[in-house]
């Protein structure tokens, strides 16, 4: 049984388009972040929801929107996708705000053409 | 501001011999350091990590970590590499938030 999964696993997309990446974790996780893996396998953070609250906001585009309707769920929305929008996307989730250790999804591998 | 370095890109040993892969950090807080590793094409999975306890760490399949606060390192051994090692490490740090900070990672190859 899958802690923390994400859907879809692959996205091909065209420029322009409008994607959601869903993610899930069934271990009652208070957190939930977004992490995006550059092609040189560099991992930043992008958001970080506490019990559906936003609490960090990276410097990331305003076309990529997170959403949070319950504690289990963060998706994330990506309006307008660009070429550089081309990543592996990480959803990850940890107990709760003051336990730092976090289990990450398997990815979402996005490719803009 | 916190920040991780990992020293080598690539490391490549012998299968059977020792692992080392370096890491290095930077923080103004009391962190808390992890050791994630991840297989080709999969996610992300907890080796080890250092919590302000033992200053020795063990982890999955053989790994473990010592914390040097004089040296601020991090590195991660392993007294016998196996095939199934072979993939990219990430050092990672925490302190004064939930916000972790990746090392630009390290990619172990194993040879027969």
């Known amino acids: 049984d899958t802690a923390v999964s994400q859907t879809p696993k692959y996205l091909v997309t065209q420029m322009g388009n409008d994607k959601s990446i869903k993610c899930e974790q069934n271990?009652?996780?208070?957190?939930m972040y977004w992490y995006k893996q550059d092609s040189k396998k560099f991992l930043k953070i992008m958001f970080s929801y506490n019990n559906k609250e936003l609490i960090i906001n990276e410097t990331v585009p305003n076309r990529f929107s997170p959403k949070s309707p319950d504690k289990a769920h963060l998706n994330l929305h990506i309006n307008s996708l660009e070429l550089g929008d081309s990543a592996v996307y990480f959803c990850?989730?940890?107990?709760?705000?003051?336990?730092?250790?976090?289990?990450f999804g398997q990815g979402t591998r996005l490719t803009v053409v | 501001a916190q920040s991780v370095t990992q020293l080598d890109s690539h490391v490549s040993v012998s299968e059977g011999t020792p692992v080392l892969l370096r890491c290095n950090y930077s923080s103004s807080y009391s962190p808390s350091l992890f050791w994630y590793v991840q297989h080709p094409n999969k996610g992300l999975q907890l080796l080890l990590k250092?919590?302000?306890?033992?200053?020795l760490v063990k982890g999955i399949n053989g790994f473990e970590a010592e914390f040097k606060k004089s040296e601020t390192s991090f590195h991660l051994t392993k007294p016998s590499a196996h095939m199934s090692d072979a993939a990219e490490y990430f050092c990672v740090l925490t302190g004064g938030g939930n916000k972790l900070t990746f090392g630009t990672g390290t990619q172990l190859k194993v040879e027969l």
């Open positions: 250092y919590t302000s306890a033992a200053t």
């Open positions: 990850a989730s940890s107990q709760d705000w003051g336990n730092t250790e976090a289990f």
């Open positions: 271990l009652g996780h208070d957190t």
